[in-house]
């Protein structure tokens, strides 16, 4: 198959109805690398709210939540959080792919789109990114848009029923 083309856009309310349907046939697979979330996430009312608590935070600068789309269908997240100004001016890059997209390349052009828009729109100096030690496509996906590994965080997010360390990523954008 040919390379599938990949863009991202600022996540719509019309967007819940695609993500629901993508996170709930994909809780299983995802249980692993997600923190868990209750049952309500996991329709189109509980991603509606999510998604008008997401487009709140951007509204005050705090993120830039976005859908990847492909072939004009929503296939996933692509999301800068906990945007930090004043001397940082960094952000934390993260992301998901419905598991029928994944291995095409799509999350690594949409992070690399997103970290252009990061160095440019967004005026951010740096990025960074954690993964569990054991997500070896995501930390493919981190070495191939350019970051690099900087240090573990013993006991850093709680998901799949533990406290899992975080491998985390660093990449400096630019002025
Ligand atoms: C991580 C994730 C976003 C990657 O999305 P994707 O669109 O499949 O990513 P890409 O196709 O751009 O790249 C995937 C890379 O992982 C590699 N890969 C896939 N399965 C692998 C495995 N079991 N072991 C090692 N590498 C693997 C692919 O070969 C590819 O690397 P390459 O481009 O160097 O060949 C997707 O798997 C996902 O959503 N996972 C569940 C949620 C998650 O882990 N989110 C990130 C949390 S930090």
Redesign the pocket.
């Known amino acids: 198959m040919g390379e599938d083309k990949t863009d991202i856009r600022l996540v719509d309310l019309s967007d819940a109805e695609a993500l629901a349907a993508h996170l709930a046939r994909?809780r299983a697979?995802?249980a692993?690398?997600?923190p868990a979330q209750p049952d309500e996430y996991y329709t189109v009312a509980g991603q509606s709210a999510r998604i008008e608590r997401l487009l709140d935070q951007h509204g005050q600068g705090r993120s830039w939540p976005g859908v990847?789309v492909a072939d004009g269908v929503v296939i996933?997240q692509v999301t800068a959080g906990t945007i930090i100004a004043g001397p940082f001016r960094k952000a934390s890059l993260?992301?998901?792919?419905?598991?029928p997209?994944?291995?095409?390349?799509?999350?690594?052009?949409?992070?690399t789109l997103l970290l252009e828009r990061m160095a440019g729109d967004l005026g951010l100096h740096r990025a960074e990114?954690?993964?569990?030690l054991e997500?070896?496509?995501?930390?493919?996906?981190?070495?191939?848009v350019g970051f690099s590994p900087y240090g573990i965080a013993h006991d850093h997010i709680f998901v799949n029923g533990a406290w899992r360390d975080g491998l985390l990523w660093e990449l400096t954008l630019g002025d």
């Open positions: 994909d697979a995802f692993r690398w997600e990847v996933g993260g992301y998901w792919i419905g598991s997209h994944q291995n095409r390349g799509h999350a690594r052009r949409a992070s990114a954690s993964t569990q997500n070896l496509p995501s930390q493919r996906v981190l070495k191939a």
